[in-house]
């Protein structure tokens, strides 16, 4: 590791006596000094209050030739003796020893040591690219490090990813301290995987599993494909904007449950806990949280394990506001469900793509039948990991956790959800039709004229209050649920919120980002006339006013009618003849119309609810199985009524299978992907991701969608 620096008060800059850089106060974040040296006059400066706000634990010095009392926060006051110079290299130098993660830690020396290898991978360091030029080009934009860092399990030294031994097992127990676990397991393909692991890990064929249907398709891969478990889906919410919403209120009830449990499965609707496994998501892709206090206490008596599919969230213990809707943080006892919780690290936290963790937390039912040991987790683990890690993965999983320890994990994101709320300020203040999804007013009076630090430490000015027109979603119960102040939710024109139906004009989502890309600002996705931006503790005051200011002028191009040839140059030049003499608004309005003449929001909406749910004929895993067999036929989606899903479908994002093989095509689902058709082939260039159906050109040139089903 790098010598880090030393901060000092500006006058004091040059009389430090140390090998190490030194830097003034205002030139440093403190995240590259590992002491600090104040003068006096600075020590009453609110320079210790902001040393002690970062977390980082710094050591600080005061120097001065007066005999003083060490103030608070002060480790030590020098007058510049030689043996002082020495105390603070070793400070500086304890506080670097103690900087870095188990893993991380034992991975930056294992590469300082330059040792020469003959094991897998075959790039030897990068040398092997550095033989060509195009390897060379690879080489030089990774950088060195990476390459160095890219090794194989053949040396011991850095422990075992697969057994969980060495450096990669205190990596992992020092995660579960920071995050409240009893165990953490690192994965590093993604939650598509770890989520696997927890289902494959639980469940079998027979058993029964309450299932969200908001589901990431890799619970349904996981449960219901490869364990071949049997659902009870609990319908859930969409909003006529496009969100996802949350679970109704009256699918936690024990009556209701039982009876769902009537219909698939009837010897067991009268076990005491029916359910091996119970997956719901603590919060879905557009920010509706959950309470896992509340979930557990209506519904975990009924479960053995419950798993919180925290792709989208995993900050919330960090945050004040919405720690105590933490599943880590729950108190449990012996008749209280086990609980996994597995979080997307790379989403929102400070990962790499594709890190994940699974969060084990069970040891209050150890010792019963119904308790998953670590060996078994870890048979099911070991089926889903590569035996070639990529080992910068695994230490940015471990440098996650160090980051947020302590203090400096909460402020981080505390500064996060008021740089959230001063950005949905900032939008009202400035769009007139792009509008941030909060309450628009809370205790009578407008929602931005609240202070910000009121805003972030009270759910309140988040809450989804049941009945309330501005975010449409129904059957919720009071305080169940709340938009995460992390994922920064717009909406667009084209829904009255008051009514929930459609006006006249509207503005597409997927319009709008659309032309933020085409400028630089990429949205996490959109989806009808709703528009999701994540926040992180990377954002600044900057970016987000970038942001604002990009919203404003894509207003005025609307007032403006601006020709679209203007506005979205890479798509009008890619169909020029399709869009030739647009203007921004016409494409708005034709876009708009689609969705009003196939009722698209109330189709979307459909899709999840328990009437219109498709019917379910046959267990997924068996009708995956025909499907692998290949007992199967591909029809046209318009041609599909009837007939048996082989392979699930779904938009991408969010990745929530529509329809799940082993169900019937018809009904909302069937008439969704026919809008979404219609939509390929009216306005080229907006086409969504669509996985499970596929496009195929008919003899005019006519896109047209189909899909696998049974013979």
Not at 156 to 184: C, M, P, R, W, Y
Not at 336 to 356: E, L, M, W
Not at 694 to 701: H, I
Request: hydrophobic share 40%.
């Amino acid at each position: 590791m790098k010598s880090m620096h030393i901060a000092a008060s500006r006058e004091l800059v040059s009389r430090l006596s140390t090998h190490r850089r030194v830097v003034a106060l205002d030139g440093t974040d403190f995240t590259d000094v590992a002491a600090v040296v104040i003068t006096v006059a600075d020590s009453h400066s609110g320079i210790l209050a902001l040393l002690k706000r970062t977390g980082f634990n710094l050591p600080v010095f005061v120097l001065t030739a007066d005999a003083i009392s060490e103030p608070e926060g002060v480790n030590a006051v020098i007058s510049g003796k030689e043996q002082e110079w020495l105390e603070l290299e070793a400070a500086a130098s304890r506080y670097e020893e103690d900087l870095l993660p188990p893993f991380f830690d034992t991975l930056t020396q294992y590469v300082e040591m330059g040792n020469s290898t003959f094991a897998c991978p075959g790039h030897q360091h990068g040398a092997f690219f550095k033989k060509h030029p195009a390897g060379r080009q690879f080489y030089d934009f990774f950088g060195e490090n990476v390459f160095r860092a890219d090794m194989c399990n053949a040396d011991v030294k850095l422990g075992d990813l697969l057994i969980h031994e060495g450096s990669a097992k205190h990596a992992q127990k020092f995660a579960a301290k920071v995050f409240n676990a009893d165990k953490t397991y690192f994965v590093l393909n993604g939650t598509s995987a770890a989520n696997k692991v927890v289902t494959n890990a639980l469940l079998t064929r027979g058993d029964l599993v309450l299932f969200d249907r908001n589901n990431h398709k890799s619970n349904h891969h996981g449960a219901l494909i490869q364990a071949g478990a049997t659902p009870v889906y609990l319908e859930a919410a969409r909003n006529p904007f496009g969100f996802i919403g949350g679970i109704d209120d009256h699918c936690f009830d024990d009556s209701y449950l039982r009876e769902q449990i009537r219909e698939v499965a009837p010897e067991k609707a009268d076990d005491a806990r029916p359910f091996r496994l119970a997956i719901i998501q603590l919060g879905t892709y557009d920010g509706t949280i959950y309470n896992a206090r509340q979930v557990v206490d209506k519904i975990g008596h009924l479960c053995d394990y419950i798993l919180f599919d925290s792709a989208w969230v995993g900050y919330e213990q960090f945050i004040d506001m919405m720690a105590d809707t933490s599943p880590l943080l729950l108190d449990l006892n012996e008749n209280d469900p086990g609980i996994f919780v597995t979080q997307s690290v790379h989403k929102q936290q400070a990962g790499f793509s594709q890190t994940s963790q699974i969060h084990k937390k069970d040891n209050h039912i150890r010792g019963q039948a119904r308790f998953c040991p670590h060996k078994r987790l870890n048979n099911a683990f070991m089926l889903h990991a590569s035996t070639s890690p990529f080992y910068p993965l695994f230490a940015a999983l471990d440098v996650n956790a160090k980051i947020h320890e302590g203090e400096s994990g909460r402020r981080l994101w505390a500064e996060c959800v008021e740089l959230g709320i001063e950005a949905r300020k900032a939008i009202v203040a400035n769009c007139k039709m792009i509008q941030p999804f909060i309450p628009p007013i809370v205790d009578g009076r407008p929602w931005q004229d609240h202070p910000t630090k009121t805003i972030a430490s009270e759910r309140r000015f988040f809450s989804f209050a049941p009945g309330a027109r501005w975010h449409g979603f129904e059957g919720y119960a009071q305080d169940q649920y709340f938009v995460d102040p992390c994922k920064l939710l717009l909406t667009t024109p084209g829904i009255d919120a008051q009514t929930g139906e459609y006006t006249e004009f509207g503005i597409p989502a997927t319009i709008l980002a659309h032309y933020l890309r085409e400028n630089g600002i990429v949205p996490e996705k959109c989806d009808l006339n709703s528009i999701l931006f994540l926040l992180t503790p990377a954002e600044s005051a900057e970016k987000m006013a970038q942001l604002v200011a990009m919203l404003g002028q894509f207003e005025q191009h609307i007032e403006d009618d601006t020709p679209l040839a203007d506005v979205l140059p890479t798509i009008h030049n890619k169909y020029p003849v399709r869009y030739r003499d647009y203007t921004l608004r016409e494409l708005c309005q034709e876009m708009h119309d689609l969705y009003v003449s196939f009722d698209v929001k109330d189709l979307q909406k459909a899709m999840f609810r328990k009437a219109s749910l498709p019917a379910v004929v046959m267990n997924p895993q068996d009708a995956n199985s025909e499907f692998i067999r290949g007992n199967v036929e591909l029809v046209r989606i318009s041609e599909a009524q009837g007939r048996i899903a082989a392979e699930g479908a779904l938009p991408y994002p969010p990745g929530v299978l529509c329809v799940v093989p082993g169900e019937i095509w018809g009904g909302a689902v069937q008439r969704y992907f026919l809008a979404l058709e219609e939509g390929v082939n009216l306005l080229p260039g907006f086409s969504p991701e669509l996985q499970g159906v596929y496009s195929e050109k008919d003899a005019d040139g006519i896109s047209r969608l189909f899909g696998y089903v049974l013979k």
